[in-house]
């Protein structure tokens, strides 16, 4: 990639999602870069058919089940194709510098943002070597607790719980995390708007009547919580929640290296990568996340209602589960 591409000439804005400069007349849930420069720029094309199938045989990362193929990354000339089947493409180039995208016949432009605000971006930070994780994450004090699972698994929920109780959100969905040299593991800011699904959108009440929110064409409630103003955390605890709605306390148990590897492993962002050399900086990455961050496996109860000292109780039970967690405080 080629950084400080250049100053912007258009009206578009520039976003600044996890360090990555980006210039897109589509709207991110991120907040506006400060310079002039950016490092992708995207361009929206006209709508076009999709047909389904991959753009070429040469897969580098796709998700699919035994019923669907949710999405194909492929090399094609140029650089790579993400096809979203059903919802619209993304031509990235070779140099990660340039994304053009278009929607699939009869589709709403937002689908676009919200594709290119989640597995968009998390595929240009993962293509540059940096570890990607599907999680949300807040500050907690001075440092951060990241929420990590499948999609439907309550990462946005449990992020927002946090913030309404005075937590500040890092990042939503998509988790960029450095493991530099040293003691701590730094999680970078990303998304600055959370997005909760139906049955869940209570919990927008409990911040201020001012906080701007609004309605997502994917049937969410999107909405603007306090929001970190520094660049990267330290990353203090992850934790993987399980939704029991019979259940009437938290429980935490911190897991072993081998399990949080595992864990963490089966929820990169972009899901099922091909390329060998990923694999491995992916595998080095886990592994090295997992020697100095605490991994908690999280018991819930579930609503909706939602407990309204549910915020304290997690916290109560990750400082219970690691040593690291008393410098979570609410």
Known sequence: MRPNRGPCMTSAPIYEFAGLRIRSP???????????????????????????????????????DSHFVYYTFC????????RFFGLGEFFISESLDRVVCHCAPGMEME?????LNGSIVAFLHAAQGRTVLHASAVRLGQRSIAVVGPSNQGKSTVAAILCAAGASLLTDDVLVVDSDPGPVVLARRGSCE???RPGTEAIADRFSATTIRRP???QRMAFLPPAVSEARVPLSAIVFPRPVPESTEVHARRLRM??????????????????AAVLR??????????????????????????????AAQIVHACTIATTDARELVL
């Open 111 to 115: 689908y676009l943002s919200i594709l």
């Open 75 to 82: 090399r094609v000339p140029g650089g790579v194709t993400a």
């Open 281 to 310: 900086q992916q595998f080095q990455a886990v592994s090295d996340i997992v020697a100095r961050v605490p991994v908690i496996d999280l018991t819930l109860p579930w609503g909706p209602p939602y407990a309204a000292d549910l």
């Open 194 to 196: 959370l997005r909760l």
């Open 258 to 275: 081998g399990e949080a590897a595992l864990l963490l492993g089966a929820n990169q962002r972009i899901e099922g990568w091909r390329d």
């Open 26 to 64: 589509l709207p991110l849930g991120a907040r506006l870069s400060r310079g002039p420069h950016f490092d992708v720029e995207v361009v929206v094309d006209e709508a076009a058919p999709l047909p389904f199938e991959r753009p070429s045989a040469d897969v580098v990362a796709e998700r699919r």
């Open 216 to 218: 997502t064409v994917d």
